[in-house]
């Protein structure tokens, strides 16, 4: 829901920075003129989620990869162990029987 909240907010400079004109033969919106800061946090707010997300994204996939493979280096590892300490048990019944 967070999210969500914070992008209507990020957003929302959108209906200020554009116009429409339905008086117009185009009817299309255009650029509401003297509005240079708005055009300047617009292109922030882009360039945030165009490249500040993604590379999050990367960084944290990269941070779950190497969790997982330390988990699962220490799975092997146990199963090693329980494993030879199978076979030494099997060759110890067939040996006394």
């Known amino acids: 829901m967070g999210l969500h909240v914070g ?5 929302s400079f ?6 429409y004109d339905s008086a117009e033969v185009s009817q299309e919106c255009a650029e509401r003129p003297e509005t240079t800061l708005i055009s300047v946090y617009l ?6 989620f165009s490249l500040a997300a993604p590379l999050t994204t990367v ?3 990269v941070m779950v990869i190497r969790r ?12 090693c162990t329980r494993g030879e ?3 030494k ?9």
């Open 7 to 11: 992008s209507v907010l990020a957003a």
């Open 14 to 19: 959108y209906a200020y920075y554009y116009v």
């Open 43 to 48: 292109w922030l707010t882009e360039m945030t």
């Open 59 to 61: 960084v944290l996939n």
């Open 68 to 79: 997982l493979r330390r988990h699962a280096a220490g799975a092997r590892d146990l199963g």
């Open 85 to 87: 300490q199978q076979k």
């Open 89 to 97: 048990e099997n060759i110890k019944h067939t040996v006394t029987s």
